[in-house]
């Protein structure tokens, strides 16, 4: 079965610049959430958005922002780039903004220099 | 606000030991769900169970096995027979009513297995 598909899923930045992660959801789920997770960390909600507007909101820097398409798909704009934003970042997407069955991908592992 | 603890860091055991991984957990609402996700080293999360507020009973599937009391808010995770595969970080994680996809991750539990 088709899972969630994230891109790219390395990535190497130097500070300031900025990066682009995307997201496809599984086909027909209409919502997805950003997680981000920093090295021994947890992950840490981010931002979800549902039919295309955002839904939910956590702990996002101002420097980044999203975005969902009319296809489903997401992508996490980051700016400014910080030695702090170096993290596995993973989306997750559900069909429904409230049935709590989340399918992860496998994460987009930013590195910044 | 919701809060999930997993105490242990860490646990070592060798192969074909049982291991308990717990999980304490704090919310104000009555209505959440609770969930354990393995991560390997490979990174990706892989789902293991999600449990409603509503819904007490044990469960079993295979080797794994969760104890959910919300007497004393815990949802513990047991892996028996433990097998090198196993070796991974382990996150319970809580979300509540109208924000289902918002999860509060523990700090996770690496397990480690050797033979």
């Known amino acids: 079965a088709a899972g969630v598909i994230q891109s790219p899923r390395h990535l190497i930045k130097e500070k300031r610049e900025t990066a682009t992660l995307k997201c496809y959801p599984i086909p027909r789920h209409d919502t997805v959430y950003w997680y981000q997770q920093g090295p021994g960390q947890d992950p840490q909600f981010l931002i979800s958005?549902?039919?295309?507007?955002?839904?939910d909101k956590g702990s996002i820097p101002d420097r980044f922002s999203a975005q969902q398409f009319s296809d489903y798909h997401s992508e996490l704009n980051m700016s400014s780039l910080e030695l702090g934003d170096s993290a596995l970042y993973f989306c997750?997407?559900?069909?429904?903004?409230?049935?709590?069955?989340?399918?992860f991908g496998e994460g987009s592992r930013l590195t910044v220099l | 606000a919701q809060k999930v603890t997993q105490a242990q860091t860490e646990i070592s055991v060798v192969e074909k030991e049982d291991v308990t991984l717990d999980c304490v957990y704090e919310t104000r609402d009555t209505t959440y769900y609770l969930f354990w996700y393995k991560q390997p080293p490979s990174g990706e999360l892989v789902f293991l169970i999600r449990?409603?507020?509503?819904?007490?009973q044990n469960e079993i599937s295979g080797r794994y096995s969760w104890n959910f009391q919300k007497s004393t808010s815990s949802f513990n995770f047991t892996i028996t027979a433990s097998q090198v595969v196993d070796s991974a970080v382990y996150f319970c994680?809580?979300?509540?009513?109208?924000?289902?996809?918002?999860?509060?991750f523990g700090a996770g539990t690496q397990v480690v297995v050797t033979p």
């Open positions: 958005f549902y039919e295309k507007m955002q839904s």
């Open positions: 997750a997407s559900s069909l429904g903004e409230n049935t709590g069955e989340l399918f």
């Open positions: 449990r409603n507020s509503f819904d007490e």
């Open positions: 994680a809580l979300s509540e009513a109208n924000s289902w996809g918002k999860l509060q």
